[in-house]
């Protein structure tokens, strides 16, 4: 994380680094002095430290890196604009992805300073951002039959009314992330809607569609309750990749299938109970046969 200012003078982001790793030993590694976004890297980091303390209970280390989590949260605040973050400050770019990401880590900060230390003013500032995100969130980012996925520095479509179903990553995976990171309950009539459309263009339960595998996919239908969905991906799909060399983050969220859903996802989750019995046994087999 870089605690002084960045190539773009921010404090708190985090560069993209490449490592080259033998053996599980990590060799060497480098950065560019560049990284994706902003807002996106500060708000997982965020939810992490939230769920760790939630597991464990272990406020020392989060104690002694106190200076850091001030700089996360002060980042995400400085990249607030509308009640929206760019992704890079002075973009004017803001991803429906990165957002709603956002809102969960800014309720996870919520959470550790309400908890963990008593900072009123900071405290206040973090739960008055969280409101700010959802007080206009469906006027702004609803069309009335999908989400924009990306809004210019006036909280207008990027890309005017375009939807374009046919493109994964761009359009179609970031209709699923308000409902993921819980912008949006699963029962909301516009998750329903959206997922539903997913489920019609893309056959997703096979993985057959691209190039990367997306296990993220099957994580919002766990949250929507599609039980048979979910079990024909753990029956086939899932199989596509397993002995290919699943990437780590697939296997987290595939292991987040299989146990029940994280503080943090559970914020407008609370009645979400994914007690599924013999699939959250199989499911783990599968991921840790990909280790």
Known sequence: MNAEPDINGSVGTIYDYQAYVQRRDVISESHAQSYDSADSYAAV???L?????DQYRDAGILDANKEKIDQLVDLLLSLQTGGYTETIQGSGIKYLMDN??????????FRLYDTLWAEENRTQMI???VSLFQYDFECIWWSGEYYYCV???NNQPYFGEEMDWEKLYEFAVP??????FAIETPEDEKSRQVYSRFCQQWNWTTMEYDDQTWSLIVYAAAIMEDYDSVDKFLETGIMNFVFMGMPKLENAFCIKISVPLPFSLRINHSSQQTQWGARHYKCLFLVLLSL
Do not use: M, R, S, T
């Open 45 to 47: 980091f965020l939810i």
């Open 49 to 53: 430290l939230w769920e760790y303390y």
């Open 127 to 129: 739960a008055d951002a």
């Open 100 to 109: 709603a990401e956002v809102y969960c880590g800014l309720q996870c900060a």
């Open 151 to 153: 809004l210019n520095g």
């Open 175 to 180: 209709q699923l992330f308000p409902v993921i």
